[in-house]
Nanobody
Framework: QVQLGESGGGLVQAGGSLRLSCIVS????????MGWFRQAPGEAREFVAA????????LYADSVKGRFTISRDNAKNTMYLQMNSLKLEDTAVYYC???????????????WGQGTQVTVSS
């Protein structure tokens, strides 16, 4: 069974930074494409970033491009999301996801974490 666990969320002032981590409990972690999604209160879940199994390709939502960086360390079964220049509108629960398809569509991912709250204050 594949389990994902996010960490690193918290409260930060606008303009600040946070780094989220997602640890995957799977012996075949390196075979999964990975993604970050987020959901703000009253809003639909939205794509944030994705990375291929090798880490060689990445995708970003326009709203985070240039501010967020997705990366992974396959030796540690861990994916990261470095978030800089945070804005109030980045406030959401952030979820990591794993699957066999490299996609911005959440339905392409089979496994999901429980989420970590990121709150950006003014």
């Amino acid at each position: 069974q594949v389990q994902l666990g996010e960490s690193g969320g918290g409260l930060v002032q606008a303009g600040g930074s946070l780094r989220l981590s997602c640890i995957v409990s799977s012996r075949t972690y390196e075979s999964y494409h990975m993604g970050w999604f987020r959901q703000a209160p009253g809003e639909a879940r939205e794509f944030v970033a994705a990375i291929t199994w090798s880490g060689g390709n990445t995708l970003y939502a326009d709203s985070v491009k240039g501010r967020f960086t997705i990366s992974r360390d396959n030796a540690k079964n861990t994916m990261y999301l470095q978030m800089n220049s945070l804005k109030l509108e980045d406030t959401a629960v952030y979820y990591c996801a794993a699957g066999g398809t490299y996609s911005i569509d959440g339905h392409a991912y089979h496994y999901w974490g429980q989420g970590t709250q990121v709150t950006v204050s003014s």
